[in-house]
């Protein structure tokens, strides 16, 4: 089983409460944090962590199972695997909704995927199938752990609709086994969120977690 948590890092903007999560953290991620220089990018890597190793102790997860986090504005978010099979993978991407960059969805996503953004007059549902896009796409990469090395038009994706799970249809050839998706949003509707894993087993719903 996949679990999913998300948190708003807008309380670890207060120094003191930075600091109280700060201390907290190994030196490894107090390093990472210090070298960055906006405090919401410090906010956003000791909160991701935190909410890492707050996972960790509910599910009594080991240390080599598989994970993925991300961050994007104001939230930060983390996926888990449960289980003890080295051979799991697991991706998961947020990221807050903004304007809709055909330039973008035209070089990197695959030609049906611009279509279908470019087919849409509304510019409110444009931008949400965009962002669908986005968020599908880079948890993939990140579930096979290659990064931006991978082409983004080297995979294609048909989006779920009618409560159906969005689908890979096409992938490199060095990735055939199968691959599951999981959508959804912050309780705002303003950042979209996607989590991809071997495991078909992907808890739907996403855990809120308070930095207080």
């Not at 082409?151 to 409560?163: C, M, P, S, Y």
């Not at 249809?169 to 086994?177: G, Q, W």
């Amino acid at each position: 089983m996949i679990r999913t948590w998300v948190a708003d890092i807008r309380p670890l903007l207060d120094e003191t409460c930075y600091q109280e999560y700060y201390e907290h953290m190994p030196k490894f991620r107090q390093k990472k944090a210090d070298a960055l220089k906006l405090v919401q990018g410090k906010a956003q890597s000791i909160g991701v962590w935190y909410l890492y190793e707050q996972m960790k102790k509910e599910y009594g997860i080991q240390k080599d199972a598989a994970y993925n986090l991300s961050h994007s504005g104001e939230y930060v978010l983390c996926s888990v695997h449960e289980g003890k099979d080295p051979k799991i993978r697991v991706g998961c991407d947020i990221e807050e909704i903004g304007i809709c960059n055909m330039k973008i969805a035209r070089r990197f996503f695959c030609r049906s995927e611009y279509e279908k953004i470019d087919s849409e007059t509304n510019e409110e549902r444009r931008r949400e199938l965009f962002f669908r896009y986005w968020v599908l796409k880079e948890s993939f990469i990140k579930a096979t752990r290659e990064g931006m090395a991978m082409g983004l038009d080297t995979f294609e994706i048909a989006l779920g609709e009618n409560g159906n799970p969005s689908v890979l249809l096409e992938r490199p050839s060095r990735y055939r086994e199968p691959f599951y998706y999981m959508e959804s949003a912050t309780e705002d509707q303003k950042y979209r969120i996607a989590v991809c894993s071997t495991d078909e087993e992907i808890d739907p719903k996403i855990r809120v977690m308070e930095f207080v």
